[in-house]
């Protein structure tokens, strides 16, 4: 089984900055493909980052040039850097993950991750 905890949420005023980390344990030398999907109460899941097996990287139309997802010392750290965030950037912020993913829609992340975490809030507010 493959753990993932997220942490880093909170709430912010538009314009600020938040970064979201994430830490995989458990079995997860063959976890090579790691994301981010959000969520707001009562619509569905949206993608919004991800790192692929070979490292190339996609983000949602909504955050490019505003967000960036990395990886830690190890792979099995994941970061998403939250820059410019608006009150629509406010959900649930999901850590995802799977052994391995080439060039998947950005559209399609809530549906192809089998590995979840239990969320963090992001909360952009005057």
């Known amino acids: 089984q493959v753990h993932l905890a997220e942490s880093g949420g909170g709430s912010v005023q538009p314009g600020g900055s938040l970064r979201l980390s994430c830490e995989a344990s458990g079995y997860t030398q063959n976890i090579y493909c790691m994301g981010w999907v959000r969520q707001v109460p009562g619509k569905e899941r949206e993608g919004v980052a991800i790192i692929e097996t070979d490292g190339h990287i996609n983000y949602a139309d909504t955050v490019k040039g505003r967000f960036t997802i990395s990886k830690g010392a190890t792979k099995d750290i994941l970061y998403l850097q939250m820059n410019n965030l608006t009150p629509e950037d406010t959900a649930i912020y999901y850590c995802?993950?799977?052994?391995?993913?080439?060039?998947?829609?950005?559209?399609?992340?809530?549906?192809?991750?089998?590995?979840w975490g239990q969320g963090t809030q992001v909360t952009v507010s005057s």
């Open positions: 995802a993950a799977k052994p391995y993913c080439y060039r998947e829609r950005i559209e399609s992340l809530p549906r192809i991750f089998g590995y």
